[in-house]
């Protein structure tokens, strides 16, 4: 008999006779890996099941276990919707449907949009057809006829995609049930294990992806192994929904965005303006303390500037219009750096003022394509918590390091416990893309991996994502619900000092190049307020709420008392609030809880006589009775301590 080798992940060998699909080789291990498995890793390549293996072969059966299969189940879900809406639709015009990252999609040509009923008719046939257990079959076609099949099913698309992409003579199809698909594979045998998922919306997108093309109908899908997977996603989802910040911003009235004003443009109502202080005054202090010193620059300076520091080349289409004022040329500021360069440039520097730390929470404005803009994440004016620092080669590390500890500050005080790290370094195939030498980048990237190696933080390094001006590091917090958030960024910069001819006298008494790096801990205010309203659920804690304690007299003949309470809070620096409406305890308790602040302080007869409150936590409930100096105490610590819950 003419057999091969097949090598089994964990080095058991099986002989085998030539052309045995990885299905019954599944089959001789087990009927439970046969009825699990869903596709094959031959020699590293996935392939079908159902693929004769013709030479000695690497095989590993992947069942849901495996990740590698869960793209391969996707795409197959992708098929289950095309074969369900050629069912319901069978005019549609086909165009491409691949897995992604939480499911996948199929896009069609119709005329009348898709409704949530056609939806929900669709996802019941993709059920039907998946109960049916349809094959998905893979059949080769020369590409002559496969062309030809296309042309009579009038699917232009296909066709369109068969002539460019078929690169051999043989073209590789599937079919399940009434659908065939031009496509590479694999597949899962059958429809009959695609259970869970769930179809979630319908978004247009040009053919190919061009301007002009057909407008397509892309019916997008969630799609996972199993059915407690797709309930955490859609849970996730939920969450996400919950804690949206433009919907909060609206509800707590912390801030919005004016039609009259103009897109991506942040107004601070009076509620988030209390809490932007908060913020810049910690950072403020925090950048004293280490350190800094704090600067302002102009809004507008001479566009000549600009092209000084090489914007107006490689970031114009980022950049307000120049406005022209007495025959000069004027540009808003995208970026802090060039002011910050002035300052430093003002006068000779000397070795023994380094490190130069200029820090300023600058607001610079940047031309985003109104499509892009999202809330406070996405914006065309922002203000950053923006550093440069001017330094020594021999003092890089240190001020790397400087850089990190400050970012590990931010989180912690602002109550994130979880980040990720991500080291860019240049491609070092190509040292002619970057400004700076070789010499210049090895010594950055070695501060950058020796300061994270020594702190124990772990990175992930990604060699030819740095842009052209130097190394950074990127860091990424988690929020509660575990989505991680590109904040902080350490950037090196080796074109700037170079462009503006930055100089110190050295101890030797010749003139050197500083190295200069760019800094931002929150990235911006208005992106950092809206991630901790995410991350908080618009539930501040007590330090960062704008108002911190509603004083809630249970009637109008307690209100001389609430006054009291309301005048003592206030007179320990506490954001207290009286509400002394005709409404009743209970309506006042909800809006309260609506409105998030952290506590309650009920006052009525009793705790007059007694000079107690009894006192309600947000989200705790009732933490019953306490006498009036111990809670004000109480809360000072939470607030001098910055406690997060
Ligand atoms: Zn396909
Ligand atoms: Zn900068």
Redesign the pocket.
Known sequence: MDTIQVTLPDGAKQEVARGTTSADVARKISHGLAREALVAQADGELVDLSRPLERDTALKILTSKDPEALQVFR?SA??LLAAAVLELFPDVKLG???PIDTGFFYEFLREQPFTPEDLARIETKMHELAAQNLPNERKLLPKAEAVELYRQWNQGFKCELVEEKALEPMVSF?TTGKFI?????P?IPATGRIRAFKLMNVAGAYWKGQEGNPQMQRIYGACFFTQPELDEYLHRLEEAKRRDHRRLGAELDLFSVQEAAGPGLIFWHPKGGLVRKIMEDWSRDEHLRRGYNLVFTPHIMLLDLWNTSGHTNFYRENMFGAVEVEKADYQLKPMNCPGHILIYKSRLRSYRELPIRLAELGTVYRYERSGVLHGLLRVRGFTQDDAHIFCMREQLEAEVQGCVDFALAVMKTFGFSSFEVELSARDPQHPEHYAGTVEEWEHAEGALTRTLDRMGIPYKHMPGEAVFYGPKIDMKLLDAIGRPWQLSTVQFDFNLPRRFGLEYVGEDGARHQPVMVHRALWGSVERFFGVLIEHYAGAFPLWLAPVQVAVLPVSGKFSEYAKQVTAELAAAGLRAQLDDRNEKLQAKIRDAEMQKIPYMAVVGGKEAEAQTVSVRHHGKGDLGPRPLAEFLADLRVQVESRAIS
């Open positions: 795409h992708a098929h491409i449907g691949p599937y698909d031009f496509c590479r594979g597949h």
